[in-house]
Structures are given as structure tokens and as C-alpha cells.
């Protein structure tokens, strides 16, 4: 039986669970972004609605135009924002699901050649044991011959 050649791709199996590492971390950013994001999208939203009730407040009592404008205005200026905000959040969806498929890859790919470590290893167990085994098995009968050898002289 030919000896089977050890395990040699350390140096890849570190550089894939290296790229597996840097994918979840890089995912694990890109969802604080996330998080980020729809928490700003929340607040200009309270704002927006906030605006409005003061301006609905305004309304009600005594007010200038002026004041009703610059309600208006600040009113599109935080609309404009949380569409800015939706906008960001469905590209960094999209991102988030990209980076989850490259995190499924290099996770795969890690398994792959970590499956390869294990059935490399299992072969040289085999092999080891197998030597062993032979060796036992030799020293058996080297001992028999030597005893029965013994037993003659006898």
C-alpha cells in the first residue's frame, strides 16, 4: 500500500476561513448600516410629522405666511431626506443580500477543503494502522519462529 500524502493545504484552509471571516465581518457591517439607516429614516419621519402638527398648530391661532412657508419648506426638505433614507436602505438591502450569498460561498468553500482535511487525515489514520498492524503482525511471527526455533534446540 502506497503512503498517502499528508494534509498540505494549511495555507489554503487558512486563507479560506480568512475570506470567510472577512465576509461576515464586511455582512455584520453592512447590517449596522442597515440599522443605521432605517433608524435615521424613523427619526426624519417623527420629524415630519411633528412638523406638521406644529404647523397645524400655527394654524390654528395666529400665524404669517412666512411661518406657514418655512413649515412647508422644511416639511419637502425632510420628505426629500426620507426618500434619500428609503432609497439608501433598499440599495443597502440589495448589498446585504449580495454579501450574504459571497458569506454562503466562502463558507462552502472552507467546508470544502476542510471535508478534504478530514478524508486526508482518515486516510493516513488508515494507512498508520494498517503499517502498525503489519508491524504487530511481523514481530508475531518473527517471535513464533524464534520460539519454535527455541522449542527444537530444546
Not at 500524502?5 to 453592512?30: D, G, I
Not at 432605517?38 to 400655527?58: K, M
Not at 482518515?122 to 503482525?137: P, V
Amino acid at each position: 500500500m502506497r503512503r498517502p500524502k499528508p494534509f498540505t493545504y494549511h495555507v489554503l484552509l487558512r486563507v479560506r476561513t480568512r475570506k470567510e471571516e472577512m465576509a461576515s465581518q464586511k455582512l455584520a457591517q453592512l447590517q449596522r448600516r442597515i440599522q443605521h439607516t432605517s433608524d435615521r429614516a424613523a427619526q426624519i419621519r417623527g420629524i415630519q410629522e411633528n412638523v406638521l402638527s406644529q404647523a397645524a398648530q400655527q394654524m390654528r391661532g395666529q400665524f404669517t405666511v412666512r411661518d406657514i412657508q418655512q413649515f412647508y419648506q422644511y416639511e419637502q426638505h425632510m420628505a426629500r431626506q426620507a426618500l434619500e433614507a428609503d432609497a439608501d436602505l433598499r440599495r443597502l438591502r440589495q448589498e446585504e443580500s449580495t454579501q450574504q450569498l459571497e458569506l454562503q460561498e466562502a463558507v462552502k468553500q472552507r467546508k470544502v477543503v476542510e471535508k478534504l482535511k478530514e478524508r486526508r487525515n482518515k486516510q493516513m489514520r488508515f494507512f498508520l494502522a494498517k503499517t502498525e498492524q503489519r508491524i504487530a503482525d511481523e514481530t508475531a511471527v518473527s517471535r513464533s519462529a524464534q520460539a519454535r526455533q527455541q522449542s527444537k534446540a530444546q
